[in-house]
């Protein structure tokens, strides 16, 4: 049962109407079929006046009990009224804006006709924003639509609604860009690879169709602002990913959104300039449904913009994530915060890939919920690791030796070689405490605000098929977030861009450090 939020705001000169409201969900979680729509339902009442927040496109049944006041009609401005029998019809909110009029005519016990005004708020509990970089090898492969059909299978309906649903898809030059609204029974919907999926309403918003620029992504969540209002706003940001990376010009180093139409992808500062310099200013979660965006570098980048961060430090599978799990989950009663939107989003996807793990040869997976309130403290413990470290010439030529493993993202986790540039953080800690007890201190410090920030991690742990024999290593040691450190060769490939990549890989310390282990 969830109770809509009363809220007076209006008085008339000797007519006052109550609007006292009630709002009952049922239908969440059960089967198409199982019983009866159970619509939330609004009393009015002769006495005061309330203005209640329903979320745009819900449908809510509203009742006339007046006592000697006999209903006549009542109109919406912008959203649609049905009648039905004993003064009770349905009112459908319009799917788009921030607040709508009803007008209600009655007749008092003189039998004289009289009208009465009132504002309904249009505000959702959630806005899930997905941002789809989908004109690239994603999009061409299959895995934009098969995530778009699987938002239709969510159970949002215009009855239970508590979550808006926006998707602003970049898939082709063909005329298919744009941004879309989730609408179960919409006959509308978008084109994809020459298939029609229904279920999404084309709205009149529309950009440069280039989803790798930064203008791009802050008047999108400007338009939401100007449109959408709600407790909540998610921002998917889904794509390909290669973490911090900055130069456009290299077929590797894109951090996140690829769009292969134009060449462009969003870098860290592109990012957080995007979001901050937009009228949201931050965001409540940043889902990254992307590869390797779990890194320290991308969370102190973001320590600003959002509250939560959920992302991989490791590749994700091309399924991505698991939309109508998720959202189902999203649009349920009992998820209201921040938090609980972040752990519906992994235990969504954990839940997906452990089932398909269980006998399938597919790619594991690593998933995290990266506290943002919490990265100063994981910068300090950082520094002071790091400038031990620094310092501590034996342990540098103890890590160069590479005698103990180190779990390495980005090498498909076969096991802990060390062949590429993203290392788990505290897998790290581990094997420094190991070559230098000297570095205990900073090292538990470093682990504690470590296991703060990463506030919830999903990891696979010998569920893995490789050549047909379960791996009972992969992913054992994974703490759920990565940094930057050339381990393959310790040449410092790729250094010279990490100094600007990032805000974090400007810091001294940061630098210190890497210029100590490469020269």
């Known amino acids: 049962m969830l109770t809509i939020k009363e809220v007076s705001i209006i008085k008339r000169l000797g007519l006052l109407f109550i609007l006292i409201t009630a709002m009952f969900m049922t239908g969440c979680f059960g089967k198409k079929g199982e019983h009866e729509p159970n ?51 349905y009112y459908t909110a319009p799917e788009i804006g921030k607040d709508d009029i009803l007008t209600l005519s009655y007749k008092d016990s003189a039998g004289i006709i009289k009208e009465m005004e009132y504002n309904i708020l249009l505000k959702s509990k959630i806005t899930f924003l997905i941002y789809m970089g989908a004109q690239n090898s994603l999009g061409t492969s299959g895995f934009a639509a098969a995530d778009l059909k699987e938002i239709k299978n969510s159970t949002i309906s215009n009855i239970n609604k508590e979550c808006n649903v926006l998707v602003y898809v970049d898939i082709d030059n063909e005329g298919n860009n744009g941004l879309y609204l989730y609408n179960q029974s919409e006959t509308e919907g978008i084109k994809v690879n020459n298939e029609l999926i229904t279920g999404f309403k084309k709205l009149s918003y529309y950009g440069t169709g280039n989803t790798g620029i930064e203008s791009e992504l802050k008047n999108f969540l400007n338009y939401v602002y100007d449109n959408y209002s709600s407790d909540k706003y998610v921002l998917d940001l889904w794509s390909h990913g290669t973490g911090w990376r900055m130069d456009k ?37 940043i889902y990254f449904d992307a590869c390797l965006m779990g890194g320290i570098e991308v969370g102190y980048q973001l320590r600003n913009s959002t509250d939560y961060i959920v992302a991989s430090p490791e590749v994700t599978p091309g399924d991505g994530g698991e939309y109508g799990n998720i959202l189902s989950k999203i649009n349920s009663e009992e998820v209201t915060t921040s938090y609980d939107i972040s752990k519906a989003i992994v235990d969504s996807n954990w839940e997906y890939y452990y089932d398909e793990n269980e006998n399938n040869e597919v790619n594991a997976v690593v998933y995290a919920i990266y506290d943002q309130s919490k990265i100063g403290k994981l910068l300090n413990a950082s520094e002071n690791f790091f400038v ?9 030529t103890k890590i160069k030796g590479k005698s103990n493993p180190i779990l390495c993202y980005n090498n498909n986790g076969y096991n802990y070689n060390f062949d590429t540039i993203y290392v788990d953080y505290g897998d790290f800690l581990r094997v420094a405490a190991i070559y230098d007890t000297t570095i205990t201190t900073q090292v538990i410090q470093a682990q504690n605000a470590l296991n703060e920030y990463v506030v919830y991690l999903k990891k696979q742990t010998g569920r893995y098929k490789k050549n047909g024999v379960m791996d009972n290593q992969y992913e054992d040691n994974s703490t759920g977030l990565s940094f930057y450190i050339d381990l393959a060769s310790f040449s410092g490939t790729g250094y010279s861009e990490y100094k600007i990549a990032s805000d974090y890989g400007k810091l001294s310390w940061v630098q210190d450090f890497q210029n100590k282990l490469y020269y």
Request: hydrophobic share 35%; proline share 2%.
């Open 249 to 285: 010009s290299s077929s590797i180093s894109k951090a996140i959104i690829v769009d292969d139409g134009s060449g462009d992808s969003l870098n860290m500062f592109e990012l957080t300039n995007a979001i901050e310099g937009s009228n949201l200013k931050k965001l409540d979660v």
């Open 39 to 89: 619509y939330s339902i609004i009393e009015i009442k002769t006495g005061e006046v309330y203005s209640p927040e329903i979320p745009t496109g819900k449908k809510v049944e509203i009742k006339f009990v007046n006592g000697d006041n006999k209903f006549v009609s009542i109109t919406s401005k912008n959203g649609i009224v049905s009648s039905s029998e004993n003064s009770t019809f």
């Open 388 to 396: 031990k470290l620094t310092n501590e010439n034996s342990i540098i």
